[in-house]
């Protein structure tokens, strides 16, 4: 059988499907992780799983993290959101503007039944007890940080030098990919959804399993 692709007006929505079928993991909510590296193709991602969702709520841990606490945000994290979640309320937490280098106003993130947590370190050890799935953008970091550093341009130079290095020792330390229900591959037309590590398979999968590399899309 060939390998499932997802795309806005196909399978995507067999996926948002299968999400809302699964059992809820954080309270009523079913909080779903989209991690990998940095300009891997996640927050566009998550955006269009969320459009197939019916609008579901989307945190971006850019809004989480800071110049101080690239990473040293888990804590502050549960506090703030996993925590009222869990308890079936919505969460208000204080997004970071990094031009300002400030916490902006609080803003709402409603215990919806799906909730998508996107962003690097979305599927660190200390979230995944309360992921319903994790996936994992499947982009070589090399490739992905070169896509960042075209996006965000000249003028973020040195923030990616200190950024590559931080997320190096990151994932070193507390990896996600191991851990992925699924990784997520994009193609010239939508995505290319593979079983990750941790997936089981089973007859009611739609995407199927593979033996070595995922090809070319």
Same mark, same amino acid.
């Given at each position: 059988? #060939?390998? %499932?692709?997802?795309?806005? @007006?196909?399978?995507? &929505?067999? /996926?948002?499907?299968? /999400?809302?079928?699964?059992?809820?993991?954080?309270?009523?909510?079913?909080?779903? $992780? =989209?991690?990998?590296?940095?300009?891997? @193709?996640?927050?566009?991602?998550? @955006?269009?799983?969320?459009?197939?969702?019916?609008?579901?709520?989307?945190? &971006?841990?850019?809004?989480?993290?800071? &110049?101080?606490?690239?990473?040293?945000?888990?804590? !502050?994290?549960?506090?703030? =959101?996993?925590?009222?979640? $869990?308890?079936?309320?919505? +969460?208000? *937490?204080?997004? *970071?503007?990094?031009?300002?280098?400030?916490? $902006?106003?609080? !803003?709402?993130?409603? +215990?919806?039944?799906?909730?998508? /947590?996107?962003?690097?370190?979305?599927?660190?050890?200390?979230?995944? #007890?309360?992921?319903?799935?994790? /996936?994992?953008?499947?982009?070589? &970091?090399?490739?992905?940080?070169? !896509?960042?550093?075209? !996006?965000?341009?000249?003028?973020? %130079?040195?923030?990616?030098?200190?950024?590559?290095?931080?997320?190096?020792?990151?994932? +070193?330390?507390?990896?996600?990919?191991?851990?992925?229900?699924? =990784?997520?591959?994009?193609?010239?037309?939508? *995505?290319?959804?593979?079983?990750?590590? =941790?997936?089981? %398979?089973?007859?009611?999968?739609?995407?199927?399993?593979?033996?070595?590399?995922? +090809?070319?899309?």
């Amino acid at each position: 059988m #060939p390998t %499932s692709h997802l795309t806005p @007006g196909n399978l995507i &929505h067999e /996926l948002a499907s299968r /999400l809302r079928r699964l059992p809820p993991s954080c309270g009523p909510v079913r909080l779903i $992780g =989209v991690d990998g590296h940095a300009g891997s @193709g996640k927050t566009t991602f998550a @955006g269009e799983l969320a459009a197939a969702l019916g609008g579901a709520p989307v945190l &971006h841990l850019d809004d989480i993290a800071t &110049h101080e606490e690239l990473f040293d945000w888990t804590l !502050r994290l549960l506090r703030e =959101v996993i925590e009222p979640l $869990g308890r079936g309320e919505a +969460a208000r *937490y204080h997004p *970071y503007d990094w031009t300002a280098r400030e916490f $902006g106003p609080a !803003r709402e993130l409603p +215990a919806a039944p799906v909730v998508l /947590l996107e962003g690097v370190g979305a599927g660190r050890r200390l979230l995944r #007890p309360w992921l319903a799935l994790l /996936l994992w953008m499947e982009l070589p &970091h090399e490739e992905a940080w070169a !896509r960042g550093r075209r !996006r965000d341009g000249e003028a973020q %130079s040195d923030f990616w030098a200190g950024w590559v290095h931080a997320e190096r020792r990151h994932f +070193a330390e507390d990896p996600t990919r191991p851990f992925a229900d699924h =990784v997520v591959r994009q193609c010239p037309e939508g *995505y290319e959804v593979l079983p990750g590590p =941790v997936e089981t %398979s089973g007859p009611d999968q739609f995407i199927t399993h593979r033996d070595g590399p995922p +090809a070319v899309c």
